[in-house]
């Protein structure tokens, strides 16, 4: 069964810094690519980044473009991403998700997490 597990969620400054994980079952984490996703209130779910299998391809969004990366840990099966420069329109619940790289650039994922709050305030 495909388990993902995030952390690092918060209340934080703007300005500030939070690096969220995530933890996957080692099947999971083996076969796919991974992403984070977020969603505001009373918005819809938005791609965030991705990582390719290897850990070789990112892409990001170009609202987080230099404020954030996303990285993987294949030795501790866990992805990550790292939030600087955090914005009020960053709050949102962020979701771990996996799928194929494509499909997650797409804006698609077969597997969610249940996601963590982030909030900063101005």
């Known amino acids: 069964q495909v388990q993902l597990l995030e952390s690092g969620g918060g209340l934080v400054q703007a300005g500030g810094s939070l690096r969220l994980s995530c933890a996957a079952s080692e099947r999971t984490f083996s076969s796919y690519a991974m992403g984070w996703f977020r969603q505001a209130p009373g918005k819809e779910r938005e791609f965030v980044a991705a990582i390719s299998l290897s850990g070789s391809t990112t892409y990001h969004v170009d609202s987080v473009k230099g404020r954030f990366t996303i990285s993987r840990d294949n030795a501790k099966n866990a992805v990550y991403l790292q939030m600087n420069s955090l914005k009020p329109d960053d709050t949102a619940v962020y979701y771990c998700?996996?799928?194929?790289?494509?499909?997650?650039?797409?804006?698609?994922?077969?597997?969610w997490g249940q996601g963590t709050q982030v909030t900063v305030s101005s």
């Open positions: 998700a996996a799928d194929n790289f494509g499909g997650l650039v797409r804006g698609k994922s077969a597997y």
